[in-house]
Each structure stands twice: as structure tokens, then as C-alpha cells.
């Protein structure tokens, strides 16, 4: 390709959601136009290696930092990788696969911005932080379901790793333009992805959609659903913007109509009415619903790779 890629980063532990962020927003941008990668491939030993070493995954040393530094820095000027493929089933290595970047690429992991030149490649950062209730819920289902683990072997990996967690994963939280939190209401609603509500911290380090009219209630449909707050996080000054679960259409559309404002084609990939997948949740027999809250995260991270694309 000739024209330089958007590169997006999503970091968070393990099951914070990633993938699901990943894939919500390569259906927002169409397949065709999105290169995925799951830095989970760049890891260093297999699993039995790792077991027989005593290392976790999460640690630094157990995984190519300096390749990925190196392919991040080629996808960014457009040119192609080589890239490694870690088999979540198998637990060993696939052959590499050949991949050309296309105009938006998200990097997904655990470490992606552990070192400054990895964080000097992405032109927006973002990272995940549930709470470690719900983390651990959805680790728990998703190993369980996906990768045949049991509950109990789950349970022994999330505090066997906890260590790496709060050394390695955790601290990168202060490099991201955008911390995204979904977090349930109340303790009985953690298996309802409908009734999530999200936080989204939103740093001073790259310029967001201007909100302030939230700030006042008066002459909007927002109401208490989706409030705007000043806040600091690891000590630095940020905006904080939360969406309830409970949001109505209405109130949604109102925040929609402030991000498509300032990028004009942003709606037709991801508004209510352009995109009629953004924000879709499998309810508990199958069916397809739709989260706001979990719309309106994919509408402003969307903003942010549009924008820079046209700025
Ligand atoms: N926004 C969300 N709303 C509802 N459920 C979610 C959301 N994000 C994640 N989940 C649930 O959590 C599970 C784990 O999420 P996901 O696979 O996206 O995590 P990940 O960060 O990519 O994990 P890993 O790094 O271990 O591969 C999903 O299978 C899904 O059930
Ligand atoms: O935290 C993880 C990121 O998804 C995985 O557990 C990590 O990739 C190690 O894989 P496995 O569970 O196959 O040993």
C-alpha cells in the first residue's frame, strides 16, 4: 500500500476485552480494510516451556518485544510482516503467516506499549480495565468455552499471574490516549453484557470530540445516562464520560450527532442509523442485541482513527 496505515493500539490483560474490541471495530471499518494482529503471537516459549520454566506469558521476557517493535515500525511505514503465530489451542507455534497492512491496523495484547519505541508507533492508544471481577468472569467463561480450560485451572492462571499482572500489564494504563472501563450497575448484572455501563477516560494527549456541552444538562436529551466529568487518573488531570446501560436511542443519538459534527463521514460507518451491527452483544439464547454503551466506545475510538486519517 502506498498510503500510511492508521495504527491503533488496544492493551489490556488477559480477557479485558481486546478481541472483542478488535473485531467490533473491523466490522465498523469493513474486513477488507482492517489488518488485525494479536501480539499473543510474538510470545516466546510455547506452553510447555513456559510451565516447565515457571514464567508467564505476561512477562516481558517471555515474549519478542524487540520484533514487535521492529513490525510495528514496518507496518507503519506500510510495508509487510512476517508475522509469528502462537496457537491458542495447541499451545505451540504455527507456521508465520505473510501479512500487508491495510489502511487500519489494531495491534491487540498484553504488552504493546511496554517500551517507548512500541508506544512511538501507534497513532492512538488504548487500553482496557474492566474490574477484576468482571475479568475474571469473562477469562473464566471464554478459557472455559474457547480454550478448554476448566474453572478451576482459570481460577489457579488468574492468581498464579497476578505478580506479572500488576508489574507489567497494569502500569502501561498510563500511556493510553483513551482507558476504557465496562463495569456492571450492581453485582447481579455482571453476566449481562446489555446492562454494562462504561467509563471512558479520556487523556489530554490527543484532541477528543469537544463534549462540553454535557458538562451543562440544560437545552440537551442527555440526562443522567451520560454524564461528563473532570477527574484524575494515576494523578494526571483527565475528562471522564459515562454511559449507562440504560441509555435511551434518543440520548444516544444527541452524543453521536457531537462526534459525527466533527468528522462528517464518521456516521456512516458508525452511528445508529449508518451501522446497524455497532454495538452488537449475543444475548443469552443467541439472539443479537444491542449494548449503547459498548456502541458509543467503538463510535469514539472510530473518531479517533477517521480523524486522523483525514487530519
Ligand atoms: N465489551 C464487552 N461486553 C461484553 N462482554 C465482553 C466485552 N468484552 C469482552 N467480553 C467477554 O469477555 C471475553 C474475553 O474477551 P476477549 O477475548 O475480547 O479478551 P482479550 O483481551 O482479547 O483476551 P486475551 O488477551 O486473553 O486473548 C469475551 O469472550 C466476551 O465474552
Ligand atoms: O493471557 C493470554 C493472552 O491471551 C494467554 O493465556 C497467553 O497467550 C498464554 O496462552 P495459553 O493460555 O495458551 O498458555
Not at 504488552?111 to 482496557?128: A, F, H, N, P, Q
Not at 451543562?216 to 451520560?226: R, T, V, W
Not at 458509543?296 to 480523524?307: C, E, F, I, N, S
Request: proline content about 6%.
Amino acid at each position: 500500500m502506498t498510503e500510511r496505515p492508521i495504527i491503533l493500539g488496544i492493551v489490556g490483560d488477559s480477557a479485558a476485552g481486546k478481541t472483542t474490541l478488535t473485531r467490533g471495530l473491523a466490522q465498523v471499518f469493513g474486513k477488507e480494510n482492517v489488518t488485525a494482529i494479536c501480539t499473543d503471537d510474538y510470545h516466546r516459549y510455547d506452553r510447555q516451556q513456559r510451565a516447565e520454566m515457571g514464567i508467564s506469558a505476561l512477562h516481558p521476557d517471555c515474549n519478542y518485544l524487540d520484533i514487535i517493535e521492529q513490525h510495528l515500525d514496518l507496518l507503519s511505514q506500510g510495508k509487510s510482516i512476517l508475522k509469528p503465530i502462537y496457537n491458542h489451542s495447541t499451545g505451540k507455534f504455527d507456521p508465520p503467516e505473510y501479512i500487508e497492512p491495510r489502511k487500519y491496523v489494531i495491534v491487540e495484547g498484553l504488552l504493546g506499549y511496554s517500551t517507548r519505541k512500541m508506544r512511538e508507533s501507534y497513532d492512538i492508544k488504548v487500553y482496557l480495565a474492566p474490574p477484576e471481577s468482571l475479568r475474571s468472569f469473562w477469562k473464566i467463561k471464554r478459557d472455559t468455552r474457547k480454550r478448554g480450560y476448566t474453572d478451576e485451572q482459570v481460577l489457579e492462571q488468574l492468581k498464579k499471574r497476578e505478580p506479572d499482572s500488576e508489574a507489567y500489564i497494569r502500569p502501561q494504563r498510563k500511556w493510553a490516549d483513551v482507558i476504557v472501563s465496562f463495569y456492571p450497575p450492581d453485582k447481579e448484572s455482571e453476566a449481562n453484557n446489555l446492562l454494562l455501563n462504561v467509563k471512558l477516560i479520556l487523556r489530554p494527549t490527543i484532541p477528543h470530540p469537544n463534549l462540553t456541552h454535557i458538562l451543562n444538562a440544560e437545552g440537551n436529551h442527555l440526562g443522567s445516562a451520560i454524564r461528563l466529568g473532570l477527574d484524575r487518573d494515576m494523578g494526571k488531570p483527565v475528562d471522564i464520560l459515562a454511559i449507562d446501560g440504560h441509555a435511551t436511542e434518543e440520548q444516544v443519538r444527541e452524543l453521536e450527532k457531537t462526534f459525527c459534527n466533527e468528522v462528517p463521514f464518521l456516521g456512516q460507518f458508525c452511528s445508529l442509523d449508518g451501522n446497524k451491527e455497532i454495538g452488537t452483544v449475543v444475548g443469552t439464547t443467541g439472539e443479537s442485541l444491542r449494548s449503547y454503551p459498548l456502541a458509543l466506545t467503538q463510535l469514539l475510538v472510530a473518531y479517533h482513527m477517521l480523524k486522523d486519517r483525514v487530519g
